[in-house]
């Protein structure tokens, strides 16, 4: 319970000092979490499916900046402690993460549709990486586009880069949106 209240507090935090941006508007974000499965003792924002491909306790930090005119839109992700020399997919997610790795939805796409010509990194946000010899990765997109409110809750990771794979990881982050 005590880490839920810590958690919480964290994020209203986080989105208090985000949403000003030092009065030039705009919208800044950064959060992190540590991965552990579902059902832990202490739960967490950052939940593993697969512990060989991000193992408990490895690290994740998602960013986000969102210019104050046109909306358009930077999302960062760092890693650390996953499985050196993987190739993972990562994509923003229309969900929370949940204890099923489907809870997390789909791609959050900014041209919704079902069609495979719209699943691709223009239209949704790819994050892929390859985790180094000591397991850290980085990735970064910028689009000339916003989050529409409530639609983008989580990212995914996938066991491999491209626009599909098995979810192996899950954060659910507190995205910002176009007004």
């Known amino acids: 319970m005590v880490a839920g209240i810590c958690a919480g507090a964290l994020v209203a935090a986080v989105l208090a000092a985000g949403a000003d941006n030092g009065g030039t508007g705009g919208y800044s974000m950064r959060t992190d979490a540590r991965?552990?499965?579902?059902?832990?003792?202490?739960?967490?924002?950052?939940?593993?499916?697969?512990?060989e491909l991000v193992p408990a306790a490895s690290w994740i930090e998602v960013r986000q900046h969102m210019a104050p005119v046109g909306g358009a839109t930077t999302v960062g992700l760092r890693v650390t402690g996953m499985k050196p020399g993987h190739a993972y997919g990562v994509h923003v997610h229309t969900h929370?993460?949940?204890?099923?790795?489907?809870?997390?939805?789909?791609?959050y796409q900014h041209v919704v549709s079902s069609h495979a010509d719209h699943v691709n990194p223009e239209n949704e946000v790819w994050l892929d990486f390859t985790a180094d010899e000591h397991g850290a990765g980085a990735a970064r997109a910028r689009h000339g586009w916003g989050f529409r409110q409530g639609e983008a809750a989580s990212v995914v990771l996938h066991d491999e880069p491209g626009g599909k794979g098995t979810r192996v990881g899950c954060f659910t982050v507190p995205f910002g949106w176009v007004a």
Do not use: E, L, R
């Open 35 to 51: 991965f552990a499965p579902p059902g832990a003792f202490v739960p967490s924002a950052a939940v593993t499916y697969d512990m």
């Open 96 to 107: 929370p993460c949940g204890a099923d790795p489907a809870a997390a939805g789909g791609h």
